[in-house]
């Protein structure tokens, strides 16, 4: 390898974020290798997870509980996420490859302007588990394998980018398609250099290919099994989706709501969702509702986008969260300086004690200036979800925090790994929802701190696929996902529009946002309380209207749409406080007028709820028989029930691997067959017949 090459190369580690270290980390010194690591991406400045290479080029060892014989390892939790190679987020065209190797060998040698990445989990995993955001509105270009898990995953995740990207190429290498360990981009690059070509006459010739070939056309693919009417009428009860009750917004946030979505030809809910997030954020707990003497409502929402990556969810919140987003950058500048200047005067004070102790004069110590006091930094919004981070920032914020993340499935995934009863982080954020307080032992500087009611709003987005992995786990049985307000706006077409939020609109919102969190608190013994409002007897009467048809509903739920019915049942007395403080935040008395809108809005949210719900529940059961179909499909002959079982480890027991496969047979993609004793005797057997066989059959 040449100087130059080496020096390009090496640019490609250090752009990609590589670190180096030692592995296994808690093995002995002498049985550990040196290990140049990856870090992939999902959203924000966090990795999601870190893949490990050799320094030595050889495999990693085959150890106990260890990663194998293999070339690469992931350390253990890592999500699967981007490894990029260049400014991703300015980029305007992407290239993904299969694997890092791949990377660096293309990075140092693709024009300005463009990015390269990988996923960290295989070809496969790249369109079902990776976030697609990164790649819209941009020209990508896919190079896959040359071999069958490197063709199907390029075009699964071309499939994928192709609604968001404004254009999509798949590139796969010239020649035969392997089964496995199929011809790649370094092997085009070497057989290239060989044959007198340097290594950007390969890349720009593959460019070039890119350019020259068809884009991508998505095309529709029929599985084994799919719902048919019959079987919807059964499993489907999702509500009808009902367009968001926009006119029920303050009338500066309603305005943004329309335009932004006009703008951006996208559903009115996804602006007006996290702008409903905004406002929450910007009250905080300054202000409180009290419904009785022992019932006290606080402006505190939780809400989530659940959408496929690359559904605008970021451009939405972008526009709605904006005026929050750029106060709270202000505050954070505002706190560095503020904490160099203490600093600084810490230096000095701690010199002076110096000086004093060495000083033989008894008054020196009387003479010292007082010892200067951390100041307290102002937060709006927090990205960071550990309450580690939370603690000081909440203790410095009695009105509380918005958490901002484009995705939620760290913040859920956190409460997964704590459902040993190993941490009580589920139980903290719990009171976080209702203004609660709560105390943390901290061991490492012994520690205890006590926050008097912890205040955070929570907005984001999360995929479909990923809610479902939540609510089937842990957090369905702490109380987390019955707190979230889910909503599901439909998909819509990306349409070029000319239609922008105009200025004036813009700066009402602003204003609008400013004004919220000019609101004061008020100083009591425990620090800060809120200012309460009560209801006008007329918004109570609405109020105990609602409650008592909402709870004769409820009633008839069970499970985990149960425990979310018992939270919306206060939802109205939240939004009202939010709408009041948006209308009337001189005045402490809720209007009926207030108090109608926040039950039009949570009649919509609750419909969300039913409906989120039922989708999910219903996607669960169709990927179970699309499986189990393309299971039997393969198989290509009459099977017994049991054999299924044996064959479907997801399938736990008989009863419900029979209960399946009769929802096949009423989708007409099979029938009950028995087969008779043989001439040896014994008993009949009852077959499941497919009536329709898989493609490699």
């Not at 390969?202 to 998505?218: D, G, H, M, S």
């Not at 901002?404 to 719990?430: P, V």
């Not at 012994?446 to 786990?473: D, E, F, K």
């Not at 669960?620 to 393969?634: M, P, S």
Request: glycine share 6%.
């Amino acid at each position: 390898m040449g100087r130059n090459q080496a020096t390009s190369n090496w640019d490609a580690v250090l752009k990609a974020g590589a670190v180096f270290c030692n592995w296994p980390k808690r093995a002995p010194q002498e049985k550990q290798v040196e290990c140049i690591g990856f870090p992939a991406y999902r959203e924000g400045s966090a990795p999601a997870g870190i893949i490990l290479y050799r320094l030595d080029g050889e495999k990693f060892p085959a150890i106990e509980n260890g990663p194998g014989d293999r070339k690469a390892h992931l350390v253990r939790g890592s999500q699967d996420g981007w490894v990029a190679s260049g400014a991703l987020d300015t980029a305007k065209t992407v290239i993904k490859v299969e694997g890092v190797p791949d990377l660096l060998a293309i990075a140092p040698y693709v024009p300005e302007g463009y990015a390269v990445v990988t996923n960290t989990h295989g070809a496969k995993s790249a369109a079902k588990n990776c976030p697609l955001d990164s790649f819209y509105e941009k020209r990508v270009i896919i190079i896959g394998d040359a071999d069958e898990s490197g063709v199907s995953g390029a075009n699964a995740l071309a499939q994928e980018i192709v609604p968001y990207a404004l254009e999509v190429n798949v590139i796969i290498p010239d020649g035969e398609i392997a089964e496995s360990g199929g011809k790649d981009v370094r092997d085009i690059m070497n057989e290239n250099l060989r044959a007198g070509y340097s290594l950007q006459d390969t890349v720009n010739r593959i460019l070039e290919k890119a350019e020259q070939q068809e884009t991508f056309q998505p095309v529709e693919y029929e599985p084994a099994w799919k719902p048919s009417d019959k079987s919807s009428e059964v499993v489907n009860d999702a509500p009808e989706w009902k367009p968001f009750p926009t006119e029920k917004l303050p009338e500066e946030a309603a305005k943004l709501v329309r335009e932004a979505a006009s703008s951006l030809r996208c559903d009115e809910s996804l602006i007006a969702i996290p702008v409903l997030a905004a406002l929450a954020g910007a009250i905080g707990r300054s202000r409180c509702l009290v419904a009785k003497s022992d019932w006290v409502a606080y402006p505190i929402l939780w809400l989530a986008l659940v959408a496929d990556s690359g559904s605008l969810k970021t451009p939405a919140m972008k526009i709605a969260l904006a005026p929050l987003r750029k106060v709270s950058r202000e505050s954070i500048r505002l706190g560095e300086q503020l904490l160099s200047e203490y600093n600084q005067k810490l230096e000095e004070y701690e010199k002076k004690v110096r000086i004093s102790k060495k000083s033989k004069k008894d008054n020196d110590f009387a003479l010292l200036p007082e010892k200067p006091e951390k100041p307290s930094l102002s937060r709006q919004i927090v990205s960071d979800t550990t309450i580690e981070a939370l603690i000081p920032i909440l203790r410095d914020n009695p009105r509380g925090v918005l958490l901002d993340r484009d995705e939620l499935s760290s913040w859920l995934g956190s409460f997964d790994r704590y459902a040993s009863g190993k941490g009580t982080d589920a139980s903290n954020w719990i009171s976080m929802y209702s203004a609660e307080p709560f105390t943390v032992d901290r061991k490492k500087d012994n520690q205890i701190i006590h926050i008097p009611a912890a205040a955070v709003s929570v907005i984001g987005g999360i995929q479909p696929g990923i809610l479902r992995q939540h609510l089937s786990g842990s957090n369905s049985q702490n109380g987390l996902s019955a707190r979230l307000m889910m909503v599901s706006p439909p998909k819509s077409v990306k349409r070029w529009s000319d239609s922008e939020v105009s200025s004036d609109t813009t700066s009402e919102y602003a204003e609008l946002i400013r004004r919220l969190l000019s609101l004061k608190m008020q100083e009591s013994l425990d620090g800060y309380e809120p200012i309460f409002f009560e209801l006008s007897p007329e918004a109570k009467s609405a109020y105990e209207k609602y409650y008592n048809e909402h709870n004769t509903l409820a009633i008839l739920e069970s499970g985990e749409l149960s425990s979310a019915f018992s939270k919306i049942e206060e939802l109205p007395l939240r939004l009202s406080v939010i709408l009041h403080c948006s209308h009337s935040a001189g005045t402490t008395t809720v209007s009926n007028d207030v108090m109608s809108a926040a039950i039009s809005l949570t009649e919509w949210f609750r419909n969300e709820a039913i409906r989120v719900r039922a989708l999910i529940s219903k996607k669960v059961d169709d990927d179970k028989l699309e499986k189990l179909a393309n299971w039997i499909a393969a198989k290509g002959k009459p099977i017994s029930a049991r054999d299924v079982q044996n064959g479907c480890r997801w399938l736990k027991t008989i009863d419900e691997t029979e209960a399946d496969l009769e929802k096949l047979v009423k989708d007409g993609l099979g029938r009950w067959e028995v087969k008779k004793p043989g001439p040896k005797g014994g008993k009949p057997k009852r077959l499941f017949c497919p009536t329709k066989q898989s493609d490699s059959t």
